[in-house]
């Protein structure tokens, strides 16, 4: 079977030649494989298409994708949005006592598999221009899982809440107070139960579009929470979060479980282990199809995920596997001082932040941990020289290119320009192509107004932007942000093989364990009362950094035996107090 998906936001049918049609071996004897719509824009003729992928090649702006697939995923299609456009294979079926985990790149389908679970899309199964009713539907479904479930659905008996991906737009919906919003929903959970799951006790005055990206995400969680259902959706309920928040959602989503159908999309892959029990992996190309394959138990998910290869079907996903170290980095770090600081602090009236003494060495990427408030972003604002410190002294004259935290895209003009405008030469090098550019996906997006990009677009041009400038230190303020599993992988790779070729030093904030477990040498750890006094120490030595960490988050970490990734533990099991009894918090070898 042969897909043709024409992807409508890259095709820039205006600025090219018609290559794609110019160069299709069938048009140009005569056979109308190719026409232009109404848009201008080019319909391929799936029928027709012999799959020589010329047109692929020659298009400038890479929008066209000719795919293979199995025979046996043509009657398996579940949506088509359109002519060359989108289509999903397969769903999930929820199940009760069970978190169901779903795990896949962006774009490939499963925001829309949650629409169709929760009944407010109705698959059209491929028939997108005389999309079938609800009972056509139940009637092509007869016999399985998923008729059973829809029908319920689709006749009332099962109420469903969903907790939206992108909770920054929720001000855009609501307004007013948190306790207006939260007072609207009250049903098994009631508002003053809420606020203490979630710590909104301090929120419920303030008004919604005040509120930060964290305390936004608390808000929706609670909502969803608060609703009387029977299915539960979170898509992304980590965003925003510190690692200590992060586990407390995890555990209240398990314990919801036990009488409800719980599906989760979730990209912190430490997370998704720690709280789902099944979990369907999504596989595909991003805006042309997605696939669902069958639940597995959560270990060998993401085992099959980071490997790239679905044993049971022969398909390879991913070009290489996603690898981790079985040992910890070395301790002993020789190469001289790039910067010391002493005694840092800046006091904000509200907030005071106190930095001890500590040196970044030539060559190392440090990692920076701690709770959401405590300073982090003050620090590496500090030494970008964003910040003027009250007190103490940071000793070295060097470059600094800084990432922040929060990006906006109100750059007028392409990708193209606002790189090459930075810095033609190295953005325009093979070199730079190959090493950044094309790994973080960017390549496609180089046509694109950067106004127009989405989050996750927009921060792998600021981590791109990053990399471009000329310095000794780079500086990266939660790059993990808005990026999916495989986009976090890719960027962690891409940051710590560029420190390593260039010589050049590094340091990340973020909070997901994976992506600094990848990419950092040492480890800074922020703790102190959140919101009032800050204290930053280190960089200490990966093991000594994260063993001080995760012991205030009291939780302990093992290798998996076969892809040496870290798992969290259950608490309270044998491997756990045992870690806890030896110290060993994080770089246990215990499989």
Not at 186 to 192: H, I, L, S
Not at 198 to 207: A, H, K, S, V, Y
Not at 279 to 299: D, K, L
Not at 333 to 348: I, N, Q
């Amino acid at each position: 079977m042969r897909i043709a998906v024409v992807l409508q936001d890259r095709c820039q049918n205006r600025k090219c030649n018609k290559e794609c049609y110019k160069f299709c071996p069938l048009v140009r004897t005569g056979v109308e494989c190719i026409v232009f719509g109404e848009k201008g824009k080019p319909i391929i003729s799936e029928t027709l298409c012999q799959g020589c992928g010329i047109c692929v090649h020659k298009c400038q702006f890479d929008a066209i994708k000719i795919i293979g697939l199995s025979d046996e995923l043509s009657t398996e299609m579940v949506h088509q949005y359109g002519e060359n456009s989108f289509r999903l294979y397969r769903i999930p079926i929820p199940k009760k006592g069970v978190v169901t985990g779903i795990l896949g790149p962006n774009g490939i389908g499963k925001t829309t598999a949650i629409k169709i679970l929760s009944g407010e899309l109705i698959p059209n199964l491929g028939n997108y221009e005389e999309p079938p009713s609800k009972d056509e539907v139940l009637i092509h479904y007869d016999g399985t899982e998923v008729k059973a479930y829809l029908t319920e659905v689709y006749e009332g008996r099962v109420k469903t809440a969903i907790k939206p991906q992108y909770v920054d737009l929720i001000p855009k919906a609501a307004t007013g107070p948190v306790r207006d919003l939260l007072s609207k929903v009250e049903g098994r959970v009631t508002m003053d139960e809420a606020a203490v799951m979630f710590d909104l006790e301090g929120l419920l005055e303030r008004d919604i579009s005040k509120l930060s990206g964290g305390e936004m995400q608390r808000v929706a969680m609670a909502a969803t929470i608060m609703k009387d259902a029977d299915v539960y959706f979170f898509d992304e309920p980590t965003s925003y979060l510190d690692i200590y928040q992060r586990v407390k959602i995890a555990r209240i989503i398990k314990k919801l479980s036990e009488d409800k159908q719980v599906v989760v999309i979730e990209h912190d892959l430490a997370i998704l282990d720690f709280l789902a029990d099944a979990v369907n992996v999504v596989y595909g190309s991003e805006g042309a199809f997605g696939v669902f394959t069958q639940a597995r138990q959560v270990r060998t998910a993401i085992n099959v995920y980071l490997d790239g290869y679905l044993p049971e079907e022969n398909i390879r996903f991913r070009d290489r596997p996603i690898e981790f170290f079985a040992s910890p980095p070395r301790d002993d770090w020789v190469t001289a001082d790039l910067l010391s600081f002493e005694g840092l602090s800046k006091d904000f009236g509200e907030f005071r932040l106190d930095v001890t003494g500590g040196s970044v060495k030539m060559g190392e990427t440090v990692g920076v941990v701690g709770p959401n408030a405590t300073g982090k972003t003050t620090f590496v604002k500090m030494l970008a020289g964003v910040i003027e410190p009250d007190g103490g002294y940071i000793d070295g004259k060097v470059k600094v290119s800084y990432k922040p935290q929060y990006i906006t895209g109100d750059y007028e003009g392409s990708v193209k320009d606002l790189l090459y405008h930075q810095n033609y030469e190295k953005a325009s090098s093979s070199f730079f192509e190959g090493e950044v550019i094309d790994p973080l996906g960017v390549k496609h997006l180089m046509d694109k107004d950067v106004k127009t990009l989405s989050g996750g677009e927009l921060q792998r041009v600021a981590i791109t932007l990053c990399l471009l400038a000329d310095a000794d230190i780079y500086l990266f303020d939660e790059p993990s942000a808005y990026l999916d599993s495989n986009q976090r992988m890719n960027a962690a790779r891409t940051i710590r093989r560029m420190m390593e070729k260039s010589g050049r030093s590094g340091m990340v904030v973020d909070h997901d364990i994976y992506f600094l477990d990848m990419v950092s040498d040492s480890m800074m750890v922020f703790g102190g009362e959140p919101g009032v006094h800050g204290i930053g120490e280190g960089p200490f030595d990966m093991r000594d950094g994260m063993n001080k960490f995760l012991s205030a988050v009291d939780i302990t970490f093992r290798r998996d035996a076969d892809s040496h990734r870290p798992r969290i533990n259950k608490p309270g099991s044998r491997l756990d107090r045992e870690q806890k009894s030896d110290g060993e918090y994080y770089y246990s070898q215990t499989p």
